[in-house]
């Protein structure tokens, strides 16, 4: 059985920073994982994703330069480093694994999910 379990997420100033972790169990973070946000009344759009297998990260153009997906396998936990927040960042965080082809920005490309955790940015 899956589980992904996100923590780290809480309120913040413009400007500032928020590591977010996703412990998963009955999955190994070598393999392909993202980080998604949805703020109220808006879709849930991609953020980042990771491919540790063969190397490679994606980001969504508004936080490229900003955010940072890194994975740690001993501790079997995936993070998304939050830098310089801005308030349009404000949403719920979830972190998604499990792929089944498709777009690593696409919801539907995810099995499994986390519960989320907020992200508030103020100005």
């Known amino acids: 059985q899956v589980k992904l379990v996100e923590s780290g997420g809480g309120s913040v100033q413009a400007g500032g920073s928020l590591r977010l972790s996703c412990a998963a169990s009955?999955?190994?973070?070598?393999?392909?994982m993202g980080w998604f946000r949805q703020a109220p009344v808006k879709e849930r759009e991609g953020v980042a994703a990771?491919?540790?297998?063969?190397?490679?990260?994606y980001y969504a153009d508004s936080v490229k330069g900003r955010f940072t997906i890194v994975q740690d396998n001993a501790k079997n936990t995936m993070y998304l480093q939050m830098n310089s927040l801005k308030p349009e960042d404000t949403a719920m965080y979830y972190c998604?694994?499990?792929?089944?082809?498709?777009?690593?920005?696409?919801?539907?490309?995810?099995?499994?999910w986390g519960q989320g955790t907020q992200v508030t940015v103020s100005s």
């Open positions: 990771i491919a540790p297998i063969v190397g490679k990260t």
């Open positions: 009955g999955y190994s973070v070598r393999n392909f």
């Open positions: 998604a694994a499990g792929p089944n082809g498709g777009h690593w920005y696409s919801s539907s490309t995810f099995a499994y």
